[in-house]
């Protein structure tokens, strides 16, 4: 029997959004990074983060964007890291990165300075260490994961790039069965405008007030969680500005494609409380005054809750 939920999908993301020319090439990479990693025995989880960006034009000048500074993906992907995780790290061009993210509102230069006597050779350069608290500690962390190849960074720009991307990344894990993860973090546009309907050239403001009519993006999920990765473990997050209607939107996410978790959040409180729900239960995570003074972050709390859930989940499936 055909599949009709991944083929009206497949179909739609071929006709309206546009192939990346990269698709090919980190599709390899997944592949070759998921089988490595299979073979070892290591969980590997898909991170996205970071917002997607909508073109007005083909020829873009403008484009819609969605907020997300990065920060929830590329900590997260430390904590992964930090659990003995490999992470492929989909994320937006330019946004925050793991490990760097740390130094992210750091002038360089201003962390560094010329060394050698008096400061008069430009051969020899000095890390400030007040303007770059632990620097040490976190290059050395960032070298062993590189040296290591537990990282795999991919980039999105637009939201074609990233649903592309995302079905991709989902055919190669799908292989891996249960001991995959998909913590999809990033903010993705609820709507788009298909090419066949985008002017090519910028849109002239001597044709006066601009209107624009924008479609539904198709719900990547579904295919997702029933198709492409039916055994993985998969987390979707979810995110309100209204607090009351919150728990209600992430359950009813959970009913619809029926995943295994979904973070939910609320913009202004989002570092410091999500609710983890699950079909069955609903933990509430909170950084407390003194988690805050020790510099715990939330992320630590959400990666553990997680993959404290992935371990059951595929003591389960194998049992
Ligand atoms: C989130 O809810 C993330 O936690 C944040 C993280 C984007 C709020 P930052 O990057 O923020 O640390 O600044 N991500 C999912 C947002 C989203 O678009 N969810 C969709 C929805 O809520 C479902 S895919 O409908």
């Not at 991944?6 to 071929?14: E, F, P, R, T």
């Not at 992907?77 to 003995?84: I, K, P, T, V």
């Not at 303007?131 to 190849?149: N, T």
């Not at 409380?273 to 407390?288: G, H, N, S």
Request: glycine share 6%; charged share 25%.
């Amino acid at each position: 029997m055909s599949k009709p939920r991944a083929a009206s999908i497949d179909g739609k993301l071929s006709a309206e959004f546009a192939v990346p020319s990269h698709v090919d090439a980190v599709t390899e990479l997944m592949s070759a990074f998921a089988e490595r990693h299979g073979a070892a025995g290591r969980r590997v989880v898909l991170i996205t983060s970071g917002g997607t960006k909508v073109p007005l034009e083909s020829r873009t000048v403008r484009f819609l964007d969605n907020f997300s500074s990065g920060r929830r993906g590329a900590s997260s992907a430390e904590y992964f890291l930090d659990c003995g995780y490999a992470v492929i790290f989909l994320h937006r061009h330019r946004s925050l990165y793991p490990y760097a993210r740390l130094y992210a509102g750091v002038n360089l230069l201003d962390g560094l300075r010329l060394g050698g006597s008096g400061g008069c050779t430009d051969q020899e350069v000095v890390v400030d260490q007040e303007a770059l608290p632990k620097i040490g500690r976190v290059l050395r962390r960032y070298q062993e994961v590189k040296r290591d190849g537990l990282l795999l960074p991919v980039e999105f720009s637009t939201l074609s790039e990233y649903l592309h991307l995302l079905k991709a990344s989902a055919q190669v894990l799908g292989t891996l069965g249960s001991k995959a993860m998909f913590y999809l973090a990033a903010a993705v546009s609820d709507f788009y405008i298909p090419a066949s309907d985008m002017p090519e050239h910028k849109i002239q403001s001597s044709n006066g007030p601009l209107q624009i009519s924008m479609k539904m993006v198709p719900k990547i999920l579904s295919p997702l969680v029933k198709d492409w990765a039916p055994q993985a473990f998969v987390i979707s997050f979810k995110l309100e500005t209204d607090t009351s209607i919150l728990l209600d939107k992430a359950r009813k996410a959970l009913d619809t494609y029926r995943h295994q978790a979904v973070v939910a959040n609320v913009l202004d409180t989002r570092r410091g409380y999500v609710v983890v729900v699950t079909p069955d239960t609903q933990a509430e995570l909170i950084l407390t005054d003194e988690d805050a003074s020790k510099e715990v972050e939330i992320e630590e709390k959400i990666v553990s809750n997680l993959t404290g859930a992935h371990a059951e989940f595929i003591s389960k499936q194998d049992g």
